[in-house]
């Protein structure tokens, strides 16, 4: 099956054309700058890339640029667009009710929207996304992938906050966990690289990249994962905070006169390694060259990142009373070389042991601890594009 894949952000929209027997992406690429001045990247696999500016006024008018580049007689990858079998859209959120990836009706689009408290900069923007791909190509299943429904798998333990309860029945206060179609997919190729027991395992997932989050899954299943009721809990992040106590926004507030939406934004926007580097960057490669050349700043902010994923691994480790193999994906889990070190200098008590050659490696599985190593490391390239198109597949049919 053809299956188009959407990634549709509130100005951008990344797409991917997979087959599905193959697994194999046909053309790829992007729409920029959208309602501004709009530009196409097209990548037909084989092919010569192309770049163009082209008024695209709505995500409509984005899409349907797509689709003219797919079906193009010189440089397209169909001869119509029948041969779209499905399109498989990512969501950020799916609020309480969803729990696995949907076949997407009314009720499935009512839901979207009601969840966008919860998603406000992304389940607009992917609704978008879904209304113009049901307004071009009518007719066609089009599947919902949730960030989300991964982590509903968790038990109470890991999901409630200790706050009042009627925040939970009232507003479904609760963990859901994002990066759930990487944890997903990671995990699941982590048990096949490393022939584990698909039915008996314990295993931790470090997604590491702008944003990051760790996830603890037992047999198929997870228990438990580092983001919360948004994607600002868990993990230092490129811009976010990650955990921290409430109390410092009242201090700041009543100290800087800021309110409490204005506070988070900056914990979102303006935190981070970016925050801790006093504004350098949220990008590794620059604060590890910053930090090589003597700037404390970074090298502290990189080194409470690792320190913090650490911690992480050691209390899933803990939770899960123990671990088989732990994968690292991610921008930074697949090139970090001195950022997987240093994490991973942190677990000698698991009996983790790190082959620095190994640990080279870039961009794709490789099992980086040493043959005697307790629990197995590896990196586990994270491809989120081809595990919805794997769900938009198998709901397709
Ligand atoms: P992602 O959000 O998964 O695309 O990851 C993006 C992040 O990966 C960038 O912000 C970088 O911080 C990080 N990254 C990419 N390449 C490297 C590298 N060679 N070393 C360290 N970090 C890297």
């Given at each position: 099956m053809n299956i188009l894949v959407i990634n549709c952000g509130s100005s951008s929209l990344k797409y991917q054309l997979i087959d599905s027997e193959t697994e194999q992406v046909s053309a790829k690429g992007l729409c920029e700058r959208i309602a501004l001045d709009g530009r196409l990247t097209y990548q037909p696999t084989g092919g010569?890339?192309?770049?163009?500016?082209?008024?695209?006024?709505?995500?409509?008018?984005?899409?349907?640029?797509?689709?003219?580049?797919?079906?193009?007689p010189e440089t397209g990858v169909l001869k119509s667009l029948d041969e779209v079998d499905a399109i498989g859209h990512r969501v950020l959120h799916g609020g309480h009710k969803i729990t696995s990836s949907v076949l997407i009706?009314?009720?499935?689009?009512?839901?979207?929207?009601?969840?966008?408290?919860?998603?406000?900069?992304?389940?607009?923007?992917?609704?978008?996304?879904?209304?113009?791909?049901?307004?071009?190509?009518?007719?066609?299943?089009n599947v919902a992938v949730f960030d989300t429904t991964f982590g509903m798998a968790m038990p109470p333990k890991a999901y409630m906050y200790a706050v009042p309860h009627e925040w939970y029945e009232k507003y479904h206060v609760r963990r859901y966990g994002f990066h759930g179609t990487s944890h997903s997919f990671v995990s699941k190729e982590l048990v096949k690289f490393l022939n584990l027991d698909p039915n008996n395992h314990k295993v931790i997932v470090c997604h590491l990249g702008n944003g990051s989050s760790v996830s603890a899954t037992?047999?198929?299943?997870?228990?438990?994962?580092?983001?919360?009721?948004?994607?600002?809990?868990?993990?230092?992040?490129?811009?976010?905070?990650?955990?921290?106590?409430?109390?410092?926004?009242?201090?700041i507030a009543r100290k800087e006169g800021k309110d409490v939406f204005e506070l988070v934004n900056i914990l979102n926007k303006k935190s981070g390694v970016f925050g801790m580097s006093n504004g350098l960057s949220s990008d590794f490669r620059d604060l590890d060259a910053a930090a090589k050349d003597g700037n404390e700043l970074a090298a502290n902010a990189v080194q409470a990142f690792c320190y913090r994923v650490a911690k992480y691994i050691g209390s899933y480790a803990a939770a899960m009373n123990?671990?088989?193999?732990?994968?690292?994906?991610?921008?930074?889990?697949?090139?970090?070389?001195?950022?997987?070190?240093?994490?991973?200098?942190?677990?000698?008590y698991l009996?983790?042991?790190?082959?620095?050659?190994?640990?080279?490696?870039?961009?794709?599985?490789?099992?980086i601890s040493t043959p005697d190593s307790k629990v197995t490391v590896a990196i586990i390239p994270t491809n989120e594009e081809l595990a919805i198109a794997r769900d938009t597949a198998m709901l397709a049919k």
């Open positions: 010569e890339k192309e770049v163009g500016d082209f008024p695209m006024p709505t995500h409509e008018e984005a899409i349907q640029l797509v689709l003219d580049r797919l079906v193009n009706d009314d009720e499935v689009i009512a839901t979207i929207d009601e969840a966008k408290d919860l998603g406000p900069l992304h389940n607009p923007a992917n609704l978008i996304g879904i209304k113009a791909c049901m307004k071009l190509m009518p007719g066609k299943p037992v047999n198929g299943k997870c228990v438990d994962t580092s983001m919360g009721l948004t994607p600002l809990e868990g993990l230092i992040m490129g811009t976010r905070s990650g955990d921290i106590d409430p109390a410092v926004l009242e201090y123990g671990v088989d193999a732990i994968a690292l994906t991610g921008g930074i889990g697949e090139n970090g070389v001195g950022e997987r070190d240093k994490i991973l200098s942190y677990l000698g009996g983790v042991t790190i082959d620095a050659e190994a640990n080279k490696t870039r961009g794709k599985n490789q099992i």
